[in-house]
């Protein structure tokens, strides 16, 4: 899969489960700080990437990443 | 929309006051919450939401990225997006984003932080090295910053109104300021506090006070006017030095307050595996109990005192004396609380003739009219009002305790009227105890309304009106720098000069405490029996002899000692017994050779130690000394240097100090010179960096008219760098 695309799909995601407009969002966007992620939406972020590339991914490495490119990053890795 | 109320907030009451640095944590004129989500339940919702709903005087606004707003009130995105100006914001972003949150307020303008958030300095070295990066931060802006990882802040101030923390519930306005390093502890506090009618003017949890400690806020305490008395909870005391000279200045001069105080935790220099008795000793608690007594702090054992205390100095007059008048309807009762206001250091005073003639026309005769006051059990209003008046007039009498037990006659209520309309025109402390729970709490609830401090136990009273004491008594007491004494220092760096790390020899560390004017005995290093006969011969019999090596700590375990040895043919037999029998028992040990001294003449052993700490500096401990030092544990410590004051007062505080005074017909020693000793001990300690522990144990404290002499001594110094 192309990195545009990932990338594509990941922003879909970020915008769905944080309720954000894509404007919001560059790769140096930070789940917490910019975007406003609570603690349980971290969670949800993960299962959402899961559902959206089909993959299982290693939770705890998941969880770590915590800005919008490092997700793309990491999904990249995966598919 | 931002959330506003009134005009900007600031509880100006003197222009110094007003100017402090820490109005800006106090009483900000505007809040951004940074991080707050939008449910309810969690801390970022609920700091939010208290402050909203307490009635906060200023602005607030939420800085919660992806929300419109919060409460319907607009939010931001970034702090940096608040068009108007910002004086506090409150983090409650997770550990990982506060660096950048709080960079975000410095470069907004912010002046004060309070961090909530927790995941710093107690979680371990990331912590540690993630909070030093929040304190860089603060510096390089000159924000003031409470926490990380506390409850948040409250102010009760009607011009100010806020509540900045996640404790369910804003407390009552009133005169105590609470200072806490645990949050937990302090929603339990606030609870207990409700229920027992308890109003705060501050409210503060520290948590790990990486930017503004308790030194600070002792400091705003004290000059805000509407704080009278400072209560504080605390784990872990960095700053024993600067606590002292704070509180010094908080607790007397034109505008003392008293600090009272619950210190737990031990650190773990405490339970460092020291060489000497003084350094397995002098744990942290018993060091952080010389640096309260020094700075006028008074320590109390739980949160119950605490506010028995509290209670007892805020709402009634300074007493001018210890002198307590109890007026009882039962005898046991009365005895109780007689035994216990003895035992804490209160008096029971004798009435006057005058009094005793008005108790005996008011009351029965069969009630007792002697202190304590027993009007007997079927007493109405009318008895104890007649009674308590008459005590409370009394010269002899300081403050008075009225203790009620709920028998079938007793008219609870209107004796609680009774005592609260005395205690309208009285100039002298009352304290009731209504003992029970269910009947008397009409009774309770009068007096408490009346802010009559009332107690379920008299004992508990007892122990108020002590603390009370031991506040007046502080404000009396002289202090002031010591004065050095006059001491040998250039032997002393000279010894030191020429010595490495770990212990000093026995000889060399007679001579440092003996030029330090310590009463040391002649001795002489010897390695052959002939030194030895001709130094026991200049000395005179009998004599000691005693092995010295480096390797050897307990002398007597190798049978490195021999005591009373009268002539010169027991010298040189147990010369030649020693060295070979050490040899045998011990043959890694290098023997520097064998101390000749006379036999010090018996007397009381004590202990006199110093100990460097790594939180305190250098300090002092005396005690019972011997053998049994580690045993019975009867030491105090001070820190060095020593006054006269805080010397007499750690010889005093020991249970040795009766044998000392000549307990059981023993002869007395010479208290004055032992205090001298210890005040010595500390200017050496204090003087020289190296030393990093120090035992005079024992030094025989003989009769007065024979002196003190050191038996033996252990030093053990720094590296010389």
């Given at each position: 899969?192309?990195r ?5 799909r ?9 309720n ?38 290693d939770?705890e ?10 997700a ?6 995966y598919v | ?38 449910t309810p ?10 402050i ?8 607030v606004?939420?800085v ?6 919060i ?13 108007d ?10 550990s990982?984003?506060?660096?950048r ?42 924000m003031?910053m ?6 948040g802040?409250?102010?009760?101030d ?9 404790a369910?519930?804003?407390?009552a ?7 806490s ?8 506090v606030?609870?207990y ?18 930017g503004?400690t ?7 305490l ?6 009278d008395?400072?209560l ?43 060489g ?14 010389a ?28 007493p ?14 009365g ?39 027993d ?26 305790l ?6 079938s006659m ?22 009731c ?9 009409v009774g309770?609830k ?16 007892c122990?108020a009106?002590a ?11 002289p ?16 010894i030191?000069?020429?010595a ?21 005995p ?29 390797q ?31 040899g045998?028992i ?15 003449p ?20 005396f ?14 410590f001070?820190l060095?240097?020593?006054?006269q ?16 005074e ?11 010179a032992?205090?001298?000793c ?6 050496l300690i ?11 144990n ?16 252990r030093i ?6």
């Amino acid at each position: 899969m192309e990195r545009a695309e990932v990338e594509q799909r990941v922003n879909k995601v970020v915008c769905h489960v944080l309720n954000v407009t894509e404007d919001m969002i560059t790769p140096e966007s930070h789940f917490v700080f910019d975007l406003g992620a609570e603690s349980t939406q971290s969670v949800e972020l993960v299962a959402a990437f899961e559902a959206e590339f089909d993959i299982e991914m290693d939770d705890e490495a998941a969880l770590s990443v915590d800005t919008v490119g490092g997700a793309v990053d990491f999904i990249a890795q995966y598919v | 929309m931002s959330a506003t109320a009134a005009p900007p907030a600031c509880s100006a009451h003197s222009s110094d006051f007003e100017h402090h640095p820490l109005q800006a944590v106090f009483a900000p004129r505007s809040i951004a919450v940074c991080g707050v989500t939008p449910t309810p339940g969690t801390v970022p919702f609920d700091i939010f939401y208290n402050i909203l709903s307490s009635g906060y005087r200023g602005t607030v606004y939420p800085v919660a990225p992806g929300k419109r707003s919060i409460c319907a009130v607009k939010a931001y995105r970034y702090v940096l997006d608040i068009e108007d100006e910002v004086d506090q914001a409150v983090i409650v972003f997770p550990s990982s984003v506060v660096e950048r949150a709080l960079r975000q307020c410095g470069e907004k303008g912010v002046k004060s932080v309070i961090v909530i958030s927790a995941g710093f300095r107690e979680v371990g070295p990331e912590g540690v090295r993630r909070e030093q990066r929040l304190k860089d931060v603060c510096r390089e802006f000159g924000m003031s910053m409470i926490g990380p990882n506390c409850l948040g802040v409250i102010n009760t101030d009607p011009k100010v109104q806020l509540n900045a923390s996640f404790a369910r519930k804003m407390p009552a306005n009133g005169r105590i300021g609470f200072l806490s390093q645990s949050g937990a502890l302090c929603t339990a506090v606030l609870d207990y506090a409700q229920e027992k009618q308890i109003g705060f003017s501050k409210f503060v949890s520290f948590g790990n006070k990486a930017g503004v400690t308790e030194i600070e806020l002792f400091d705003y305490l004290h000059q805000d006017p509407e704080t009278d008395i400072i209560l504080l909870y605390l784990e872990e005391l960095r700053d024993g030095r600067g606590l002292i000279e704070m509180a010094r200045r908080v607790t007397r001069g034109d505008n003392p307050k008293p600090i009272l105080a619950i210190k737990s935790g031990r650190t773990p220099q405490g339970a460092d595996a020291a060489g000497s008795h003084t350094g397995s000793l002098a744990g942290e608690d018993s060091v952080c109990d010389a640096v309260f007594r020094e700075a006028g702090i008074i320590r109390v054992n739980s949160i119950e005192q605490l506010f028995n205390s509290a209670i007892m100095y805020a709402y009634q007059p300074m007493p001018a004396g210890d002198r307590l008048a109890i007026v009882t309807n039962a005898g046991g009762p009365g005895v109780m609380a007689t035994d216990a206001a003895v035992r804490v250091g209160l008096s029971i005073p004798r009435f006057t003739k005058e009094t005793t003639a008005r108790l005996k026309a008011a009351l029965p005769e069969t009630a007792n009219v002697k202190n304590p006051v027993d009007v007997i059990g079927d007493a109405r209003a009318d008895r104890y009002g007649a009674a308590v008046e008459a005590v409370l007039e009394d010269p002899n009498v300081d403050q008075a305790l009225v203790i009620l037990t709920p028998q079938s006659m007793t008219d609870i209520e209107s004796i609680a009227e009774g005592v609260c309309r005395l205690h309208a025109t009285a100039t002298k402390p009352i304290a009731c105890s209504f003992m029970g729970a269910a009947d008397v709490g009409v009774g309770i609830k009068l007096l408490q309304d009346a802010h009559i401090p009332h107690y379920i136990l008299p004992e508990w009273a007892c122990e108020a009106m002590a603390d009370v004491q031991s506040v007046r008594k502080w404000r009396q007491q002289p202090i002031g720098p010591p004065t050095p004494l006059p001491v040998d220092r250039a032997a002393v760096e000279s010894i030191l000069d020429g010595a490495g790390e770990g212990y000093l020899g026995e000889e060399q560390a007679l001579a440092v405490v003996g030029a330090y004017g310590l009463p040391v005995p002649p001795c002489k290093l010897c390695n052959t029996a002939d030194e030895a006969v001709a130094a026991a011969e200049r000395f005179g019999y009998p004599a000691v002899l005693r092995v010295v090596s480096p390797q050897i700590v307990h002398k007597s375990e190798v049978h490195g000692l021999e005591l009373n040895l009268r002539d010169a043919d027991a010298v040189r037999t147990a010369f030649e017994r020693m060295w070979r029998r050490v040899g045998q028992i011990m043959p890694e040990a290098q023997i520097t050779g064998l101390l000749v001294r006379p036999m010090i003449p018996s007397g009381h052993e004590v202990i006199l130690g110093g100990k460097r700490d790594p939180s305190f500096g250098p300090t002092v401990m005396f005690g019972l000394g011997g053998i049994y030092v580690e045993l019975f544990k009867d030491v105090t410590f001070g820190l060095a240097p020593l006054d006269q004051y805080t010397a007499a007062h750690m010889v005093r505080q020991v249970k040795a100090f009766r044998l000392l005074e000549g307990a059981r017909g023993g002869a007395a020693s010479d208290i004055d010179a032992i205090q001298e000793c210890l005040i010595r001990v500390g200017q050496l300690i204090g003087d020289f960096d190296r030393i990093l522990e120090l035992d005079v144990n024992p030094l025989i404290a003989g009769p007065a008219s024979e002196g003190n002499m050191v038996a033996d001594v252990r030093i053990r110094l720094a590296a010389n760098e």
